[in-house]
């Protein structure tokens, strides 16, 4: 949503996902997005993801070790 863009609320919702997922024992957590200019890879990137290199349904794919 363009309106929260920059007010942190996207960081806090993959934080508190991240925090979920490490309190159930995951070691990863995976993100896809449409490649492109404008897209969400900058900010995926800032939160730690890595890319892995794989293509899935035409979405780049995203890795961050938890």
Do not use: I, N
């Amino acid at each position: 949503m363009p309106c929260a863009q920059g007010r942190g609320v996207g960081r806090f919702a993959v934080s508190a996902v991240a925090a979920e997922l490490r309190r159930r024992g995951a070691t990863r957590m995976y993100v896809t997005w449409h490649p492109g200019d404008g897209g969400p890879e900058g900010f995926y990137r800032k939160l730690g993801f890595e890319l892995t290199g794989e293509v899935s349904g035409g979405q780049t794919v995203g890795v961050l070790t938890l």
